[in-house]
């Protein structure tokens, strides 16, 4: 058990893992100082208009423009190397956040310009994301690669739990030029890592190379080759699916808080639920996750769906916070497993076009959760729980009447889908088995 152990160890950590762990650490520092410049950049906006629209459309023209290109981003990283994508990304990125930059410190910043610049920046960032992730695979070995997504996830998690509390600070201080300026900094500190290590190439075969073929033909190929393969379609359906379901409680979380509770009582829930999350991240990168991946992804799923479920129950400020320390814990382990699962499964030549696809089909059922939340809260659920609702004399005496009680409900609903998603997807063999039958992927082509 012991020279297994010791053999262990050192498979894990050989120098292409060393390369990874740079690369790592690079990105961890730029992603807090996007962090920091994009919470920066939303108050700017706020203060400047008022609106709440305009605050919105930040989040939008960050999120919306990667999805769109992603499928592009994919083929292009496929026939590039990686480190030097990952290279052209930072600069490009970096680039932006001096325009940024110069349009707050010369006065002339308006709205417009910068929704410009923010969009430029996404598209980079698609770039980066994709050859990142298809990086992964050529420098960690394959039983450790649920080790390196949790730390991938443990990133996002330092990101979001220091970013807003550093801005916040830091906004007083050095105002919002000065915060750009940080992350253009963090910036140029990612790319001198990534100038100190080298990538190996993917090793290609004639029928997988991307060669000059037409972009949109390759589009097509990728996308044909996950409907191929009843396993990656089922976890692609799954993770598109969850992700409504997170995406609606994203959007409704804080109006559910702020029903009962106040902003300070808010913030110290979010904190709370961003802690779970980071140590869900330290979890996965120490542990790697269960032998059988997809088991953690139906598990972690599943107890999402219960806490969810029993955050609506009653409005209380402990209720949700145990609720979000749940929920967020649970979260960076079932990404972290779901992305071991793709990389361990497609052939890394292969990986950029798929996983773009992946990522694309994935995330587009968060716009469409992030329009209807609204619309189901106010319109449907909410006056259902009314005082005089159609529900009050029934489920009202349960988890109660009133402002927020409505959203409750729909919390317990959503919770309940995810049981079943979990349940439908566990009772789904090609899924359940997608790493055992590794019989159908080797070798695998594009068609």
């Not at 509770?261 to 996965?284: T, Y």
């Not at 402002?403 to 349940?423: D, E, M, Q, S």
Request: aromatic share 10%.
């Amino acid at each position: 058990m012991h020279l297994k152990t010791k053999i262990s160890a050192q498979h894990m950590w050989n120098p292409r893992v060393s390369v990874f762990i740079i690369i790592w650490f690079g990105q961890l520092v730029s992603l807090v100082g996007s962090g920091l410049a994009s919470f920066a950049i939303g108050i700017w906006v706020y203060q400047q208009t008022g609106s709440v629209t305009n605050f919105a459309l930040i989040n939008l023209f960050t999120f919306l423009p990667s999805i769109v290109l992603l499928p592009f981003v994919g083929v292009l990283v496929d026939r590039w190397n990686r480190r030097q994508a990952m290279l052209v990304s930072d600069a490009g990125a970096g680039c932006c956040t001096i325009a940024l930059a110069l349009l707050l410190f010369t006065g002339q910043a308006s709205i417009w310009p910068i929704y410009f610049v923010v969009a430029a920046s996404s598209t980079f960032n698609a770039f980066h994301w994709t050859a990142y992730m298809a990086a992964i695979p050529l420098l960690v070995p394959k039983a450790h690669l649920g080790r390196a997504n949790g730390m991938v996830q443990l990133g996002h998690a330092i990101s979001q739990l220091m970013a807003p509390l550093l801005a916040g600070i830091l906004v007083g201080v050095i105002q919002v030029q000065g915060v750009v300026l940080i992350d253009f900094t963090t910036f140029l500190f990612a790319f001198a890592t990534l100038l100190l290590v080298r990538i190996p190439k993917p090793k290609s075969t004639p029928a997988n190379s991307v060669g000059d073929r037409p972009l949109l033909r390759e589009i097509s190929s990728s996308w044909t080759y996950i409907r191929t393969r009843s396993g990656l379609l089922g976890l692609l359906i799954f993770y598109s699916v969850t992700n409504f379901t997170l995406g609606i409680v994203e959007v409704l979380f804080t109006p559910l808080v702020l029903s009962f509770a106040s902003a300070a009582i808010l913030g110290m829930i979010l904190s709370i639920g961003g802690s779970g999350m980071l140590l869900g991240s330290v979890v996965m990168s120490a542990w790697q996750g269960a032998k059988r991946r997809i088991m953690c992804v139906f598990s972690f799923t599943l107890l999402q769906g219960i806490v969810l479920s029993i955050s609506g129950l009653r409005p209380s400020a402990s209720l949700l916070a145990a609720a979000a320390f749940v929920f967020l814990f649970s979260t960076p382990l079932i990404m972290a497993s779901s992305q071991a699962i793709w990389h361990s499964q497609v052939p890394s030549d292969l990986q950029g076009r798929v996983f773009a696809i992946q990522r694309t089909v994935g995330l587009s059922s968060l716009p469409v959760a992030y329009l209807l939340a609204g619309p189901l809260a106010d319109r449907i659920f909410e006056p259902l729980l009314t005082v005089r609702g159609p529900l009050a004399n029934s489920i009202g005496r349960i988890i109660g009447v009133g402002p927020g009680r409505g959203i409750a409900l729909l919390f317990i609903v959503l919770g309940g889908f995810n049981v079943l998603i979990a349940t439908i997807g566990y009772l789904y063999p090609p899924l359940r088995f997608v790493e055992e039958d590794e019989s159908q992927y080797s070798g695998a082509q594009l068609h």
